[in-house]
C-alpha cells in the first residue's frame, strides 16, 4: 500500500485544483466529466461541460432533449459517438428511476467502458475499483517496468492485475484523482521523474526506460480518402444533410456527398434544384484516428429549392449554420463562404 499512501498524499499537495467536476458526488456531473475527458485534454472539455450543464444541469433534462440539441452542444469536441451514447445513457437512468451505484452497473450504460465506469463508481459513490485509462497505463506500466504497447492483451491484462492490486483499502476517491493527476502532469510522454512521489520504486526509471515505456502504438500509414461536397446555395440558404448514426459524424449536419460523375443530374434527382453554376473552392483536410480525408467542396449556386424537404435534409442560412450541429470542416467551409462573400 506504499504506492497508493504516497500518491495520496503527493494529491493533497500537488494535485490538480478547482476543476469545475471537483468537489461533487453527483453522477450526472461525474459521468459527463468522465464522457467528455476521455481522449480530449481539460483544457478543452472546460468550456464544452460547463456549457452543457447550463443547458442540461440535471440528467432529466437530457433525457428530455432531442439528439439534435445534444449534438449541437457536443460539436467540435469530437467523438460525436459519445455525444449520441450519453443521450441514450440518460434515457436509460431516467427509465430505471435512478443512477447505478455500483461499477459493473454503471459499465451496462451505453457508451461506459470499465475504466470510466470504475471513476464514476468512486469519485460519486466512493466504491473502490480501480480506473486504468491511457494516463493511468503509462505510470503503472513504467512504475513496473511492463513493456510493450498497452493496447496488446497480454499487457492490459497485466496492467489490470497491477491496478487492481494497489488499491487502496480508503480514500479511493484522493488516489484516483492522484493516479489522473500524475499521468497527466507528472509522468507525461516525457517524464518529470524528479517530481513523482513514487520514481525510488520505478522500474523504467531506475533501469533507464522512462522515455521506451510504454511501447506507442505500432504505426501504419494513414490511407487517405476523398469526397466531393456539394454547398448548394440558393439566396443566402444553404442544404445540409443529416448523416446516418452510426459512422462518422453520424447525427450531425453535413454537406451532401457528390457522386463521381453527372452533379447536375443527382443535384435534380435527390434535391429538386437546377445548378446555374458551380465553382471548385480549396481542399480541405481533416483527419481521423484511422484515415485522413481530403474534402473537395463545389460550390453550386442554384435556382429556387422545392417546397417540401425531406426530413434529412435541412435549408439553412448561411449565417446559422455554424450554430447548428455540424462538424468542424462544415464550420470552416461556410466561414470561407462568408469571408469570400459568395452568397
Not at 466529466?33 to 452543457?52: C, G
Not at 439528439?67 to 459517438?81: F, H, P, T
Not at 448548394?232 to 442544404?239: A, E, K, M, P, T
Request: with cysteine.
Amino acid at each position: 500500500m506504499v504506492f497508493a499512501e504516497k500518491l495520496k498524499a503527493w494529491q493533497k499537495r500537488h494535485g490538480r485544483r478547482g476543476l469545475p467536476w471537483q468537489g461533487t458526488r453527483d453522477p450526472y456531473r461525474v459521468w459527463l466529466s468522465e464522457v467528455m475527458l476521455q481522449q480530449t485534454q481539460v483544457s478543452a472539455v472546460i468550456p464544452y461541460y460547463e456549457r452543457f450543464l447550463r443547458r442540461f444541469p440535471t440528467v432529466e433534462a437530457l433525457a428530455a432533449a432531442s439528439e439534435d440539441e445534444v449534438l449541437k452542444l457536443w460539436s467540435g469536441l469530437g467523438y460525436y459517438a459519445r455525444g449520441r451514447n450519453l443521450h441514450a445513457a440518460a434515457k436509460a437512468v431516467v427509465s430505471m428511476g435512478f443512477f447505478p451505484r455500483k461499477a459493473e452497473d454503471i459499465e451496462a450504460l451505453p457508451g461506459v467502458g470499465k475504466s470510466t465506469a470504475a471513476a464514476i463508481a468512486a469519485f460519486a459513490f466512493g466504491e473502490r475499483a480501480a480506473i486504468l485509462d491511457g494516463n493511468v497505463k503509462r505510470v503503472l506500466a513504467r512504475y513496473f517496468g511492463i513493456e510493450g504497447w498497452p493496447g496488446e492483451k497480454a499487457v492490459e491484462t497485466a496492467l489490470w492485475e497491477r491496478a487492481n492490486r494497489l488499491l487502496p483499502r480508503d480514500g479511493i476517491e484522493t488516489y484516483t484523482q492522484a493516479l489522473m493527476d500524475l499521468g497527466a502532469t507528472v509522468c507525461v510522454r516525457t517524464p518529470k521523474c524528479e517530481a513523482c512521489p513514487v520514481s525510488r520504486a520505478c522500474v523504467a526509471r531506475r533501469e533507464g526506460k522512462a522515455s521506451d515505456i510504454p511501447a506507442p502504438r505500432p504505426r501504419k500509414p494513414l490511407p487517405q480518402k476523398a469526397v466531393t461536397w456539394l454547398l448548394l446555395l440558393d439566396r443566402g440558404q444553404i442544404l445540409l444533410e443529416r448523416r446516418p448514426a452510426p459512422g462518422i459524424w453520424g447525427g450531425l449536419w453535413s454537406f451532401p456527398e457528390a457522386p463521381s460523375k453527372d452533379v447536375e443530374g443527382h443535384c435534380r434527382r435527390s434535391f429538386g434544384c437546377d445548378v446555374r453554376s458551380t465553382k471548385t473552392l480549396d481542399a480541405l483536410e481533416h483527419g481521423f484516428t484511422h484515415f485522413r480525408l481530403r474534402i473537395h467542396p463545389l460550390l453550386c449556386q442554384v435556382t429556387r429549392k422545392p417546397a417540401v424537404q425531406s426530413p434529412a435534409s435541412l435549408w439553412i442560412d448561411v449565417e446559422e449554420v455554424s450554430e447548428a450541429a455540424v462538424p468542424s470542416p462544415v464550420r470552416t467551409l461556410v466561414s470561407r463562404l462568408n469571408a469570400t462573400s459568395h452568397m
